[in-house]
């Protein structure tokens, strides 16, 4: 992992970034790619009710 650092503070880690091998980023593309012709007929509020729900899911991961 690398850590993420404030651009006005260097000494500031805000978080940690993972570093994903290329196998990985491949597979992810073709997911992504896979995906994308049911999220493409997905309506905006069905995709804004989904990405809403993520939204929520990372704000419960979040430390206080």
Known sequence: SVEIT??????????????ASADTVSRAFTLAQNAWPAWNKTPARGRAEILNKIADMYEERMPE
């Open 6 to 19: 404030s651009p006005a503070d260097e000494k500031d880690v805000m978080g940690t970034c993972y570093m």
